[in-house]
């Protein structure tokens, strides 16, 4: 059975990023991130667990290059975590 999961990002804070193409860095995050979600499933995302009002997806940490398609990744892979261990933390508080 396949379940259509729709996710809002109201914005997403970064700090030494001015060199990097918006759209391209957009594209990854949502890419990356559809991907991480198909792969793993998520179980929270499921109707009737509420939705986060924020999540920290902690920090990145680039090479020396300015690589926006890897940055894109990482960045989905911190909002994934995040996700994942925010609903964690509601279940564990409803124990």
């Known amino acids: 059975?396949?379940?259509q999961v729709e996710?809002?990002?109201?914005?997403?804070t970064l700090e030494?990023?001015?060199?990097?193409?918006?759209g391209i860095l957009r594209q990854a995050i949502q890419e990356h991130l559809t991907s991480l979600i198909a792969?793993?499933?998520?179980e929270c995302l499921r109707p009737g667990y509420g939705e986060p009002?924020?999540?920290?997806?902690?920090?990145i940490h680039l090479g020396g290059g300015n690589n926006t398609g890897e940055a894109g990744r990482q960045i989905?892979?911190?909002?994934y975590r995040g996700i994942r261990s925010?609903?964690?933390q509601t279940q564990t508080n409803l124990s």
Not at 16 to 22: E, I, L, R, V
Not at 39 to 42: I, K, L, R, V
Not at 53 to 59: D, I, L, Q
Not at 76 to 79: D, E, F, V
């Open 7 to 12: 996710i809002y990002i109201d914005k997403i």
């Open 1 to 3: 059975m396949t379940h």
């Open 53 to 59: 009002e924020r999540v920290n997806a902690g920090t």
């Open 39 to 42: 792969e793993h499933g998520f």
């Open 86 to 88: 925010s609903f964690m």
């Open 76 to 79: 989905a892979g911190g909002i």
């Open 16 to 22: 030494g990023f001015a060199n990097m193409n918006a």
